[in-house]
């Protein structure tokens, strides 16, 4: 067939024929099939798990059962609370046997040194003064006899718990990992150029005192000149390192040779912009200490993460082979890295890193990524002028016409990513709407149907229509096609270019998918299959399928993180929102050049509405009982409780408030779903209804976390004291002293009571915080009150003394100052041994997980 154009050019081009509809099944069962039996498979991929009985042929591995059978043990003791003798005592017992089991062993090449510190301290976590007494960390240093190198490796996990759970994931299975690297590394008898320091932490979960005291206080800390650090926000499966350096790419060179490698910039970049809400001692070690490392987790199944049902049976004994061989090796090579000697010297800036599948790493600066991003953009610019050249010769279309159908293609494209977003946000506020939010918590596949298909309409639903309406256009459907592949392409360089000029290195993903297409591009047309539209399509496809495969894995794993934590993360935001967003994302790379290929079947705009009706027939499950988002033991609807006692005086010394109740913290959205059993115990009243009257609500919140939803949580009075098995806290006034002038007075306090207790500060009459004994953070930012302290202790149980020093220039001190809460904390009981907290958490349904223990709040003015 020829076509005439102002160049007069006759050539051959093929113009294709639909293929039927019934083939368009096959399509997409070909990339479910790619995903069921590579991605899946991938991503739960586990080395076979090494028995005390290969330890004979592998006499220098990591040997899982060992660590198992050492997990028993440690979680034998139960929950390891910060104050309670099964931590600050059985644990620290028990660590110290471990390590004199490892040094029963140990080759004569090496010597151990034991030291169980004690430490007080504070510093700042968020908006609250995070403060410790007597708080304690097993350090063991393993070195050559004799060593006089004073550059050491540290390696760090925690013991302690959450109230209420034994820890078996979070985090004692990475300290028994560490105590098997130990045992391997001493009975070895290799050589350690540089020392190696095990930090068993002891009061991370308070938050991150245990590393705070550590490298502020430890003899060691100044010696430690890289880290590696174990901690857990699940239960087993793949453990991911999600933090690098930072500044410090020469880490990566180790971390790539790791047998099993799972690791990802994005994780790392997600978790420092607070998308994953949580912390780990990585950020203590690199603030306070300045020292570069790698931040290793487990990540999946968080749905037991801080439960009681965090045991050792939930926790696949494979994960310790994982975990051991990865850590084993990396201890291993960075014991004797050279670079270990002067770090400094190797501050080069951040990385960009990332697996392929658990197969391979692929790692690189943030500067060489600035120019892979924009040599990459400038290619496929130019590749697809090409391509849009040649559209012009081959089709007898002017090349003005080309431009415009181009320019038409990518105002279109631009309108169905945001018509894939917007359904699929709307699908995510109608399911909030209609109180069934979070139906995938524990039916995961209901994201298919709910996000991803209507995601898959959105972007193909305005091209269909495009294209049967412009069916007579001189230029053919191949073509039209592949402008709407250029079009996404477009705006892919478009995002490349905005996040890498915003410094974002997860900017490499959009590169990847540019990457890929404009191969694919460049293939057909030097072999000239852009001219032949299921040549060019096979070529696509083909091409595509390790983005696919790669995006997909990342996709998936993102889902099996982000997933569990929702049901943690607050009922002030919809948690549906964040899954269709992050489907859209990852959509944009492992389907926008794939969607398009559905045009070349018939009945385009069939196939297209078979998405929008599984999107429907999805919402009708998901609003059925089939969409329930709670099970039992493996995915509990989550909420926090004290039984509370709580007395406001007024300034008089009188009371204006008594009254016990429970205070209730629900930690998802579905915060309606037990309603009817909170309303059995009693009237429940919104806490947001008292804040603007008192100080933090005038309750006996635990920590940040409790602050930041106070205004989300409910107040149930009830008629029964707390069982408080000590006394109520003390607080005493001993001194209330003139400073330098009469405007000014210092107030020194005695305070006595549990080993978890709360510290709120307002200033009233228009007094002024001057100083203070705590952190003095709030004052040096002189910011707003009220303040809050949180303080906790180890062994050291003796009375906390703590002055706070106030001006007041336009009143007198006759009225009252400073109003001050105490709120006490008795987190180390068993709740199924207090009968009358028992009895109402009993009340709550069978799929509840609840995390409770007994309070008391009193305030006084002075």
Not at 172 to 177: A, E, L, P, R, T
Request: proline letters at 4%; hydrophobic letters at 45%.
């Amino acid at each position: 067939m020829s076509f005439n154009s102002k160049y007069h050019i006759d050539v051959d081009f093929e113009v294709p024929k639909k293929l039927q509809w019934y083939y368009a099944p096959v399509f997409f069962a070909f990339w479910l099939c790619l995903y069921l039996s590579l991605v899946n498979t991938q991503i739960n991929s586990m080395p076979k798990a090494l028995m005390r009985s290969d330890e004979a042929s592998h006499p220098n591995s990591f040997i899982a059962q060992r660590a198992e059978d050492t997990l028993i043990e440690l979680t034998r003791i139960g929950p390891r609370v910060v104050g309670s003798a099964a931590n600050e005592v059985a644990t620290v017992d028990f660590l110290r046997a471990e390590v004199a089991k490892v040094e029963a062993e140990m080759s004569d090449r090496y010597e151990i040194e034991i030291d169980v510190q004690q430490a007080s301290g504070a510093y700042m976590h968020w908006e609250m003064v995070n403060m410790y007494q007597g708080i304690q960390n097993v350090v063991v240093k393993l070195s050559e006899r004799n060593s006089s190198n004073e550059n050491f490796l540290l390696m760090n996990s925690h013991y302690d718990s959450v109230p209420g759970s034994p820890g078996a994931g979070d985090d004692g299975s990475m300290v028994v990992s560490m105590l098997e690297v130990m045992r391997v590394i001493a009975k070895a008898g290799e050589p350690l150029a540089h020392p190696i320091v095990f930090l068993f932490n002891g009061a991370e979960e308070n938050p991150l005192q245990g590393s705070h005291a550590f490298i502020t206080q430890h003899k060691w800390a100044k010696n430690c000149k890289a880290l590696i650090n174990l901690d857990s926000a699940g239960s087993g499966g793949r453990e991911i390192l999600f933090q690098s350096g930072p500044n410090h790419p020469w880490l990566m060179n180790y971390y790539r040779n790791v047998p099993h490698p799972f690791a990802n910039t994005l994780g790392e970049e997600m978790f420092q912009a607070g998308i994953i809400p949580s912390d780990t001692d990585f950020r203590i070690f690199r603030d306070y200490g300045g020292v570069p490392g790698l931040d290793m987790a487990y990540i999946f199944n968080g749905f037991v993460y801080h439960t009681k049902y965090d045991r050792i049976n939930a926790f696949p004994r494979a994960s310790f082979q994982h975990t051991g061989d990865n850590v084993l090796s990396l201890a291993r090579a960075l014991a004797n890295a050279p670079e270990m000697d002067d770090t400094a010297a190797h501050a080069e800036g951040h990385n960009i890193f990332y697996d392929f599948l658990g197969w391979f790493m692929i790692f690189y600066t943030e500067t060489t990524s600035i120019i892979v991003n924009v040599v990459v953009s400038l290619l496929a610019l130019l590749a697809i002028g090409i391509s849009l050249y040649f559209m012009s010769v081959r089709s007898g279309c002017s090349w003005k016409g080309v431009l415009l159908r181009y320019a038409i293609t990518i105002g279109m494209q631009l309108a169905s990513l945001a018509l894939a977003v917007g359904l699929a946000l709307l699908v995510a506020v109608f399911m909030d709407g209609v109180n069934r939010s979070m139906t995938w918590f524990t039916s995961t596949w209901t994201i298919f149907g709910l996000y991803l298909a209507p995601i898959i309409f959105g972007m193909s639903i305005l091209p269909a229509l495009y294209l049967e309406k412009t069916k007579r256009d001189p230029l053919g459907l191949g073509f039209r096609i592949q402008l709407f592949m250029h079009s996404h392409c477009f705006w892919l360089i478009v995002i490349m270019v905005t996040l890498t000029g915003l410094s974002i290195r997860s900017a490499y993903l959009i590169m990847l998918c540019v990457l890929f297409d404009i191969v694919a591009l460049i293939v057909n047309l030097v072999t000239k299959w852009h001219r032949k539209a299921y040549l060019f399509a096979i070529a696509v496809t083909v091409c595509q399928i390790l983005p696919f495969v790669y995006f997909t894995y990342l996709c998936t794993a993102a889902l099996l993180t982000l997933m569990p934590m929702q049901g943690r993360s607050g009922s002030s935001s919809n948690p549906d929102m964040v899954i269709a967003a992050l489907v859209w994302l990852f959509s944009l790379m492992f389907a926008g050049f794939v969607v398009p290929l559905i045009m070349f079947f018939r009945k385009t705009r069939t196939i297209v509405l078979c998405f929008l009706g599984i999107t429907i027939l999805f919402i009708v499950i998901a609003v059925t009982n089939a969409g329930f988002p709670y099970k039992e033991k493996t995915s509990a609807q989550r909420y926090s409780l004290i039984h509370a006692h709580r007395r406001l005086h007024n300034a008089d010394g009188t009371t204006r408030m008594d009254e016990s109740g429970l205070y209730i913290y629900p930690q998802d959205r579905r915060i309606e779903i037990a309603r009817d059993e909170i309303d059995s115990i009693g009237e429940v009243q919104r806490v947001s209804d008292t804040c603007d009257e008192e100080m933090f609500c005038g309750l006996p919140l635990y920590n940040h976390r409790w602050n930041k939803a106070r205004k989300y949580s409910l107040w149930v009075p009830v008629p029964e004291l707390p069982e408080i098995p000590t006394e109520y806290p003390s607080l005493i006034l001993q001194d209330s002293s003139e400073l330098e002038s009469a405007t000014r007075r210092r107030f020194s306090f005695s305070l006595s009571g549990p080993d978890h207790m709360g510290i709120f500060v307002n200033m009233k009459n228009d007094a002024k915080l001057v100083d203070w004994s705590f952190n003095d953070t709030l004052v040096r930012e002189k910011a707003e009150p009220p303040y809050m302290v949180y303080f906790s202790y180890g062994l050291d149980n003796s009375s906390l003394e703590f002055t706070i020093d106030v001006e007041k220039t336009t009143s007198t001190f006759d009225t009252p100052t400073l109003e001050i809460g105490i709120g006490g904390h008795w987190v180390n009981q068993d709740i199924t041994a207090i009968g009358r907290l028992s009895k109402y958490i009993d009340r709550f349904p069978s799929y509840a997980y609840i995390q409770g223990w007994v309070g008391t709040y009193e305030t006084w003015y002075f």
